[in-house]
Every structure is written in C-alpha cells, then in structure tokens.
T-cell receptor, first 113, second 113 residues
Framework: QKEVEQNSGPLSVPEGAIASLNCTYS??????FFWYRQYSGKSPELIMF????GDKEDGRFTAQLNKASQYVSLLIRDSQPSDSATYLC?????????????FGTGTLLAVQP | ETGVTQSPTHLIKTRGQQVTLRCSSQ?????VSWYQQALGQGPQFIFQ???????GRGNFPPRFSGLQFPNYSSELNVNALELDDSALYLC????????????FGQGTRLTVV
C-alpha cells in the first residue's frame, strides 16, 4: 500500500464547474497535509495546507480533512483553464527532527473551455 | 516567487560522472530539504539539512550526499550517475521555529545519458 494515494486521472471538468481532487494516506500519525499545483515542466507550488479536521477555504480553493477516514480533498470552484495542472497531495511525516513530505503521484486536472 | 533559487536549471551528464546541484534558500530559512521527482511521479525525499547538519534521509544510496553552508545555501552531490538518476531535483526551504510546509525552488532538470 502506498503511503499517499491519488487517482492519476486525468480528471476532466468543464470551465466554471467544481473540480474535486481526492487523496488518502496510510499513516494515522500524520499531522499536516498539503496540496501542491504543478504545471508541466515546472516545480510544485504550494496552494493549500490544512492541519485540523474540517474545511479550510482560500479563495476558490477548499481543502477538506477527515483524519478518521485518512482522507484529504481539494475542491476548486469556478474552475478555469489556467487551473489545468497536476495536483500533488503531500503528507508531513515527522521523525525526530526531520520533517519530510510524502507525496502522492498526483492527479492531472484538465479544465475544458 | 518562493525566494528559493536553484542552479543550474538544466544539466546533461554522462553515466558514471559526478554532478553538483546548488540551492540558495529563502532568507532566514535554516532548514533545507532535497527531493527527486522522476517523470510521472511525486517528489521523493532525499535528505534534510538543519544548521549545516544532515538530520534526516530518505531511501537513497550514499552516492547522494549534500552540504549546507553557514548562509544556509546547500549543495546536492551525486556520484557515479546512473540513467535512473534522470529527474527533476527540487530544493525546499523552511522557516525556523515551526512551519512544516515546504517552498520549492524552480528545480534542476538532470538528464543522464
């Protein structure tokens, strides 16, 4: 079982729709969760992080965390063609003084104009 | 702009050679992590440096080594390059005193032929 799992997609949504991206993780001790956006050929860009159960909203983005179900999701409202990218879910795994991120393989989102 | 700068942006090396990648972290960020991202995969943690000491390492062989300097800039060295080392190498910095999120530089694309 992979530590962080995402559907590779592609997830295709029409412009203006809500895109829903999902992620599950295996380590119940994980404390912090991140969503990165990565355009083709570029480095990952942090767009959201969440530490507590529930929802966290930032503009068109909402991150949702359910620790009991070991599930993290990212909702993108009013999707735009410029949102087309790979979305990487990452989980912080702390071991002593080390903070390392464990990434999923990413979900490719395609927003159709 | 994350304030993390990596050099070079692209590099082509021959199998068996050695390579040094450089990272200048964001001002005041004393923790630097390196990740390897193979094509179609999520980034994988290589190691972390804090105050010039390696304090965490992922599942990478000893031919991957690093340094952190007093100004918190960092180097990643890879000896005896293999074809599978071809990847995007990412440097991330973190602020002191908390903050588990990682801000990536633009990456170095290494191609081993």
């Amino acid at each position: 079982q992979k530590e962080v799992e995402q559907n590779s997609g592609p997830l295709s949504v029409p412009e203006g729709a809500i895109a829903s991206l999902n992620c599950t993780y295996s380590d119940r001790g994980s404390q912090s969760f991140f969503w990165y956006r990565q355009y083709s050929g570029k480095s990952p860009e942090l767009i959201m992080f969440i530490y507590s159960n529930g929802d966290k909203e930032d503009g068109r983005f909402t991150a949702q965390l359910n620790k009991a179900s070991q599930y993290v999701s990212l909702l993108i409202r009013d999707s735009q063609p410029s949102d087309s990218a790979t979305y990487l879910c990452a989980v912080n795994k702390s071991g002593g003084a080390t903070n390392k991120l464990i990434f999923g393989t990413g979900t490719l989102l395609a927003v159709q104009p | 702009e994350t304030g993390v700068t990596q050099s070079p942006t692209h590099l082509i090396k021959t199998r068996g050679q050695q390579v040094t990648l450089r990272c200048s972290s964001q001002s005041g960020h004393n923790t630097v992590s390196w990740y390897q991202q193979a094509l179609g995969q999520g980034p994988q943690f290589i190691f972390q440096y804090y105050r010039e000491e390696e304090n965490g390492r992922g599942n990478f062989p000893p031919r991957f080594s690093g340094l952190q300097f007093p100004n918190y800039s960092s180097e990643l060295n890879v000896n005896a390059l293999e074809l599978d080392d071809s990847a995007l190498y990412l440097c991330a910095s973190r602020p002191p005193a908390g903050g588990t999120e990682a801000f990536f530089g633009q990456g170095t694309r290494l191609t081993v032929v």
